[in-house]
Antibody, heavy 118, light 110 residues
Framework: EVQLVESGGGLVQPGGSLRLSCAVS????????MSWVRQAPGKGLDWVAN????????IYAGSVKGRFTISRDNAKNSLFLQMNNLRAEDTAVFYC???????????WGQGTLVTVSS | QSVLTQPPSVSAATGQKVTISCFGG????????VSWYQHLPGTAPKLLIY???KRPSGIPDRFSGSKSGTSATLAIAGLQPGDEADYYC???????????FGGGTKLTVL
């Protein structure tokens, strides 16, 4: 059974940092590009970043570039999102999802809530 | 303001067919494959259509996708109450070099 389980969300003050994790099982993690997608309260889906299967390249949305870093550990079947200098507008549920070319965003986690507030 | 434009809401009666449009441009839908996602509140989004018109295993053929030029369409036939959800189109934008989604369409089954 395919499982993606996010963790690391919580309440953080503006300017603070959080590191999200996504533990993957049930498929060959090493073969898949991965993305983070978020949904702010009452808003739509918002693409955040993705990373190649081998971790050699990462791309970011303009709104998070320079503040967020996506990474992966293929030996531990894990995806990460380091979020620094958080802003109120980063408040959202963050989902990890497979995002390999030609396959669509196929497997999604249940999401982890990040709240940025003082 | 989303790069891809969807109607905020659509509605149709149980058993009927509904279509949801997604309008983009040359740098996204015009040159890249489109995917469609179903999202019920509190759950993980679900992939319905990828590569414009392909269905993952387990997705019924009531769901179909098409693309023409810089627009894409999701069609849902034989509407069921369980189809009430938010629907999103998504693709890659070559100019932005980022993934992009439509703003989402809320489907109401009457």
């Amino acid at each position: 059974e395919v499982q993606l389980v996010e963790s690391g969300g919580g309440l953080v003050q503006p300017g603070g940092s959080l590191r999200l994790s996504c533990a993957v099982s049930g498929f060959n993690f090493n073969d898949h590009w991965m993305s983070w997608v978020r949904q702010a309260p009452g808003k739509g889906l918002d693409w955040v970043a993705n990373i190649r299967a081998d971790g050699s390249e990462a791309i970011y949305a303009g709104s998070v570039k320079g503040r967020f870093t996506i990474s992966r550990d293929n030996a531990k079947n894990s995806l990460f999102l380091q979020m620094n200098n958080l802003r109120a507008e980063d408040t959202a549920v963050f989902y990890c999802v497979t995002d390999s070319p030609g396959l669509g965003m196929r497997y999604w986690g249940q999401g982890t809530l990040v709240t940025v507030s003082s | 303001q989303s790069v891809l434009t969807q109607p905020p809401s659509v509605s149709a009666a149980t058993g009927q067919k509904v279509t949801i449009s997604c309008f983009g441009g040359d740098s996204n839908i015009g040159t890249k494959y489109v995917s469609w996602y179903q999202h019920l509140p509190g759950t993980a989004p679900k992939l319905l259509i990828y590569d414009n018109n392909k269905r993952p295993s387990g997705i019924p053929d009531r769901f179909s996708g098409s693309k023409s030029g810089t627009s894409a369409t999701l069609a849902i036939a034989g509407l069921q109450p369980g189809d009430e959800a938010d629907y999103y189109c998504g693709t890659w934008d070559m100019s932005l070099s980022t993934g992009v989604f439509g703003g989402g369409t809320k489907l109401t089954v009457l």
